[in-house]
């Protein structure tokens, strides 16, 4: 059972950046397709953005330019750096996670515990 585990996020002005990070437990890390998703209050989850197994990237319209998704597979985490952060960005953000697909494909199996990310002005 593939675990992930997420840390960073918190409070931070906007125009700031934050970087989340999320490790995953298991071997097959490097065959996995690894998303970001978020969810604002009162709100439904949503897509910002995902990394394949050999580097595609994909992004939510909302946070092109400004987030970048990147994966280490010698640790086994995957990143979200934040920048440029409006309002608008508050959410709790999760990492997902499943074996192949593709990066526009958002059906995860595996999800992280969820972190608060607050950009206050």
């Known amino acids: 059972q593939v675990q992930l585990v997420q840390s960073g996020g918190g409070l931070v002005q906007a125009g700031g950046s934050l970087r989340l990070s999320c490790a995953a437990s298991?071997?097959?890390?490097?065959?996995?397709?690894m998303g970001w998703f978020r969810q604002a209050p009162g709100k439904e989850r949503e897509f910002a953005a995902a990394i394949g197994w050999a580097g595609s990237t994909h992004y939510a319209d909302s946070v092109r330019g400004r987030f970048t998704i990147s994966r280490d597979n010698t640790k086994n985490t995957v990143y979200l750096q934040m920048n440029s952060l409006k309002l608008e960005d508050t959410a709790v953000y999760y990492c997902?996670?499943?074996?192949?697909?593709?990066?526009?494909?958002?059906?995860?199996?595996?999800w992280g515990q969820g972190t608060q990310v607050t950009v206050s002005s």
């Open positions: 997902a996670g499943r074996s192949g697909g593709t990066v526009r494909d958002y059906r995860y199996d595996h």
């Open positions: 298991g071997r097959t890390f490097r065959t996995y397709t």
